[in-house]
Structures are given as structure tokens and as C-alpha cells.
């Protein structure tokens, strides 16, 4: 599927601001590793002040710019991009995978997707309206929704491609310029998106890519004085970090942070679909999904089937390097496969039955099998918290009363699934679950039109549809005595 010509790497990667590659200030690299191999992968650019100081200069100079453009002109260039982006998919999804470890095939939807939020959001660039305030009969009263300026935009290793197209097609729609730090870990096909911008007639300063560390580079980039939002996902505890920055400067912060998501499988379920979205829900890209349904309760009567029979599906999952398209890939990192270990030997000794799985794979890269714990208690850490690996906690329940508070039962909120072939139980187990989406018979299906965004510590405000982007506009209100 992917030509030769596609799969070449650069020895190492720079920053990209003001429309083109530009070398870091200290000319400090770090190193990128490959998941598959434990090895190095290419080095990146290690952002400091100075080079995120030069990104905010240049994306003050393109905020003028862009602004000057009326928004269909915008919007037209913002759907050049989506065109882009679906032209160059095999090259992206490569670089994606390879830098992540992921299965082609998810990289190829996350392509797939990042094209539609450009392609959404470049078509409701002149449609971002103001309203006329019936206030007083001698005076004509009316807002505008304008951009911010210069929007930072900070991003994990997870989904690099994916997260940055949804929150920068965003801030570009509503007007805004950006500066934005990838993960460390994972932000090469970030940086191939900022040079296909430009290719597709972004003015230069636009869309800036500052690679670095995160007590560095993002650091810098969230204590500068001249931006004027922050957009942060990652974790909670950095998400902390985040906004206190942002309360000292007094700009606003959309925090997408972490989660611990009910699966909840009722006896009346579809079965076949109730396992098979089961196994997605844990395994997708090897876990490491904000969204995973990693507290999985099955109700009592059919729990026993239902584990043997998902131990069974989870027996066939091939995995292996990304770019052989298996079913799953590696984690991310060594650190990641330490965390995720370590969690399993937590969930041991708290008394847990290991079903399945529970070892790394191979000396050469991050490796892991996936792992399912049966006899699990709500109020256990392998319950509570965030692993971010293949690891799914199986928790039995009796009544619906009883589901519904052990979902909630959790600091997260950020998403939920609900098995049932009963439509007035499937709708009222969605309204009392506290989280942000909840999805009834399907785990996550793509998509780019509806908000999401996290309910209790899964953070603050929506990303993706219309109600992300009136996020990056502020309203000016306008009052004229007539
Ligand atoms: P993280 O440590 O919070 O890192 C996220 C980003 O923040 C990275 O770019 C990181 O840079 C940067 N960063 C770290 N410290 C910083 C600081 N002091 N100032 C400014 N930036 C800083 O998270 P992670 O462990 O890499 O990612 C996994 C977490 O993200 C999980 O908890 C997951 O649930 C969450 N997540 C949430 C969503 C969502 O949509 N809700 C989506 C994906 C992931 P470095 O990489 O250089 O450290
Ligand atoms: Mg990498």
C-alpha cells in the first residue's frame, strides 16, 4: 500500500515556523525513539524560550495576516488542507505509525479524520454569526465572535496527528494563529501537517511547530506573555500545571485530560457486538486512548460466558509493528511499558485474578499482552486509576441501580459505553452516567461534528464540532444610540 518514496525519514527533524524548517537557537536535538525496536527512530529539535519566543513573534505577524482574509477566503484554505492532507494519506499514516507503533489501519482512520476536521471546520468559517440583542427600541445592539490572537496548543504522544488537526483546524477557523509543542515522544507527522499547510496557501506564521520537552519548550509556551488561549491535552496532573499558568496570565483553557471509562455490558446485550466493541474499547491503539473502557462490568448472570468468551477473541489478537498491520502495536515508550507493568503487579497484590495476559512480549521494543482482570473491586487502583495500557478490570454488577453507581463512582468522566437491546434502559442509564459522551451498542465510533470533552478531573470545556470552535472566539458586544 505505501510506496517507497513515502517511507523516508529525515535524520532529524527541526521546529517549523513562519512556513518553513527552522534549526533550534541552543541547536540541542533529542531523541526519537521507535516503539517496535527500543531503538532510535530520528532526533528532533529540543525547543527552549528562544525558539518558542521567535513561534509567537511569527504567528503575531500570520494573526494579521489571516485576519485580513475575509473567512469564506479562510475557509477555502483550511478545505485545501483537508484535500491535502487525503492526498499525502499513505505518507502520513506511515510517519504515524511509525513514530507511534500503531497498526497502519488506525493511522489511516486517524488521516482519514484529521482531513474531516478541516474539511468540517474550513465550512463553518463564515458561518461563525454574532446575534442582534433586542435591548432598547433607540438602540441597535449586537455581538461578534472574534478570535483571540495567538492560541497555544499543547498535545500528547496518543493520537499526534489526529489531536492537533481537531484543535488547530479549530483556532484557524475562528480566526486565530497558533504555536503549538507535540509530545516529545511522538510529532513528526505534526510537523509533516505544518509543511502540507503551507501547501496548501496557509500564510506563513499561521500554523507554527515548536518541538521540545515539556518542562522546556511547554513550558515556555504556556508562561508567554503574548498568548492569549491555551489548548492542552494530556495528563491531569500537567493539566494542573497548565492552569495555574493560565490563571496567572488570565487566559482561557480547554483542559482534555485523562479517564477510567464504564463499560457496561447488560444481560439483554448483543453479545457477539457487546465483546467484539469489549475488546476494542481496551485494546485500541494498546490502550493508550483518553476514552479507553478500561472498568468493564458485566452483569452477573452472564459474566462467566462472557469471559471465557472474550479471553477466547482476545487468544486471536495479532500483534506486532504497526507497519505490518496487526491488530495492536507496541506502547510508546519504556516508561509507559514500566508504568503498565508495574499497575499489573498492583492489581495482583491487591487480589485481582490475572486471567490473561500480564507479561511483556519481547526484549526489542514495548511489547505487551493484553490483560484482563476478572474479580475486580470498584474501589481497587487498577479501578480507579488511569493505566493507559492494554488492561481491562472486569467488575460484576446485579441491578441497573447498582451499575449506574459504580460508573459514577469514579474522579472521571470522560466517557462511557452501554450494551442493552433494551432502548428505554440504554437511554436512561446514558442520562444518569456522569461523563462526557456516552455511546450505546458501539465503543467510539470516528467522528469529527459532535463535542467531546470531559466531565469531573476529565477536564474543561469541548473540542471537535461547532461547540469547539466558538471556544476559540471571544464576543464583542456593540452598542449604537440610534
Ligand atoms: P503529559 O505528560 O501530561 O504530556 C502531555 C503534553 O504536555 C506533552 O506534550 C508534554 O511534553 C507536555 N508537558 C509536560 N509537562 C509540561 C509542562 N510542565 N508545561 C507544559 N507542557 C508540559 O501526558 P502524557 O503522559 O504524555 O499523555 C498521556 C495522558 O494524556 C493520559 O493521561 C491521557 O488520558 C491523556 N490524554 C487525554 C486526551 C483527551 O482528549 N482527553 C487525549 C489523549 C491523551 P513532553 O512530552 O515533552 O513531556
Ligand atoms: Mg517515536
Given at each position: 500500500m505505501i510506496e517507497m518514496e513515502e517511507m523516508k525519514i529525515l535524520e532529524k527533524y527541526s521546529h517549523f515556523i513562519d512556513g518553513t524548517w527552522k534549526t533550534p537557537k541552543q541547536n540541542k536535538y533529542f531523541t526519537n525513539m521507535n516503539p517496535v525496536t527500543g531503538e532510535k527512530l530520528?532526533?528532533?529539535?529540543?525547543?527552549?524560550?528562544?525558539?518558542?519566543?521567535?513561534?509567537?513573534?511569527?504567528?503575531?505577524?500570520?494573526?494579521?495576516?489571516?485576519?485580513?482574509?475575509?473567512?469564506?477566503?479562510?475557509?477555502?484554505?483550511?478545505?485545501?488542507?483537508?484535500?491535502?492532507?487525503?492526498?499525502?494519506q499513505h505518507r502520513l499514516a506511515f510517519l504515524e505509525t511509525l513514530d507511534t507503533g500503531r497498526p497502519l489501519f488506525l493511522s489511516m482512520q486517524m488521516v482519514e479524520s484529521s482531513a474531516r476536521f478541516f474539511e468540517y471546520l474550513g465550512g463553518a468559517a463564515d458561518k461563525i454569526f454574532g446575534d442582534v440583542i433586542p435591548a432598547h427600541n433607540d438602540y441597535l445592539t449586537y455581538t461578534l465572535r472574534e478570535p483571540y490572537g495567538v492560541v497555544g496548543i499543547i498535545i500528547p504522544w496518543n493520537a499526534p496527528l489526529q489531536t492537533a488537526s481537531r484543535d488547530v483546524s479549530a483556532a484557524l477557523a475562528a480566526g486565530n494563529a497558533v504555536v503549538l509543542k507535540p509530545a516529545e515522544q511522538a510529532g513528526l507527522s505534526v510537523l509533516e501537517l505544518a509543511a502540507i499547510?503551507?501547501?496548501?496557501?496557509?500564510?506563513?506564521?499561521?500554523?507554527?511547530?515548536?518541538?521540545?520537552?515539556?518542562?522546556?519548550?511547554?513550558?515556555?509556551?504556556?508562561?508567554?506573555?503574548?498568548?492569549?488561549?491555551?489548548?492542552?491535552?494530556?495528563?491531569?496532573?500537567?493539566?494542573?500545571?497548565?492552569?495555574?499558568?493560565?490563571?496567572?496570565?488570565?487566559?482561557?483553557v480547554t483542559v482534555e485530560l485523562g479517564g477510567k471509562s464504564p463499560n457496561i455490558v447488560f444481560e439483554d446485550a448483543n453479545?457477539?457486538?457487546?465483546?467484539?466493541?469489549?475488546?476494542?474499547?481496551?485494546?485500541?491503539?494498546?490502550?493508550?486512548?483518553?476514552?479507553?473502557?478500561?472498568?468493564?462490568?458485566?452483569?452477573?448472570?452472564?459474566?462467566?460466558?462472557?469471559?471465557?468468551?472474550?479471553?477466547?477473541?482476545?487468544?486471536?489478537?495479532?500483534?506486532?509493528?504497526?507497519?505490518?498491520?496487526?491488530?495492536?502495536g507496541p506502547l510508546i515508550s519504556d516508561k509507559q511499558l514500566e508504568r503498565v507493568l508495574q499497575y499489573i503487579d498492583i492489581g495482583k497484590k491487591e487480589g485481582a485474578t490475572l486471567e490473561y495476559g500480564g507479561k511483556r512480549l519481547s526484549q526489542d521494543g514495548y511489547f505487551i499482552e493484553p490483560t484482563i482482570f476478572t474479580n475486580v473491586d470498584n474501589s481497587m487502583k487498577i479501578a480507579r486509576e488511569e493505566i493507559f495500557g492494554p488492561v481491562v478490570s472486569i467488575i460484576p454488577f446485579d441491578t441497573e441501580e447498582e451499575v449506574i453507581a459504580l460508573a459514577n463512582e469514579s474522579e472521571f468522566g470522560?466517557?462511557?459505553?452501554?450494551?442493552?437491546?433494551?432502548?428505554?434502559?440504554?437511554?436512561?442509564?446514558?442520562?444518569?452516567?456522569?461523563?462526557?459522551?456516552?455511546?450505546?451498542?458501539?465503543?467510539?465510533?470516528?467522528?469529527?461534528?459532535?463535542?467531546?470533552?470531559?466531565?469531573?478531573?476529565?477536564?474543561?470545556?469541548?473540542?471537535?464540532?461547532?461547540?469547539?470552535?466558538?471556544?476559540?472566539t471571544q464576543v464583542k458586544t456593540i452598542t449604537t444610540k440610534m
Open positions: 530520528t532526533f528532533v529539535a529540543r525547543g527552549s524560550s528562544e525558539d518558542i519566543d521567535l513561534a509567537i513573534k511569527n504567528a503575531e505577524k500570520g494573526f494579521e495576516t489571516w485576519c485580513a482574509l475575509k473567512p469564506s477566503a479562510r475557509g477555502q484554505i483550511i478545505m485545501k488542507i483537508a484535500e491535502r492532507i487525503r492526498e499525502n499547510c503551507i501547501e496548501a496557501g496557509l500564510p506563513p506564521g499561521v500554523f507554527n511547530v515548536v518541538n521540545g520537552l515539556g518542562n522546556e519548550a511547554g513550558n515556555a509556551l504556556i508562561h508567554h506573555p503574548s498568548i492569549q488561549k491555551i489548548t492542552f491535552t494530556g495528563s491531569v496532573q500537567t493539566g494542573k500545571h497548565i492552569m495555574k499558568a493560565a490563571a496567572e496570565q488570565i487566559v482561557p453479545l457477539t457486538e457487546a465483546i467484539k466493541g469489549s475488546l476494542k474499547a481496551f485494546l485500541a491503539n494498546s490502550g493508550q486512548v483518553c476514552a479507553a473502557g478500561t472498568r468493564l462490568f458485566v452483569q452477573r448472570s452472564i459474566q462467566e460466558s462472557f469471559v471465557t468468551e472474550l479471553i477466547e477473541q482476545v487468544k486471536g489478537v495479532k500483534i506486532g509493528n504497526g507497519l505490518t498491520n496487526p491488530m495492536m470522560l466517557s462511557a459505553s452501554v450494551w442493552t437491546e433494551n432502548i428505554h434502559r440504554g437511554h436512561r442509564v446514558a442520562k444518569k452516567v456522569l461523563a462526557g459522551q456516552v455511546y450505546i451498542n458501539d465503543f467510539m465510533p470516528i467522528d469529527v461534528e459532535a463535542p467531546f470533552g470531559g466531565y469531573k478531573k476529565s477536564g474543561i470545556g469541548r473540542e471537535k464540532g461547532l461547540e469547539s470552535l466558538l471556544t476559540y
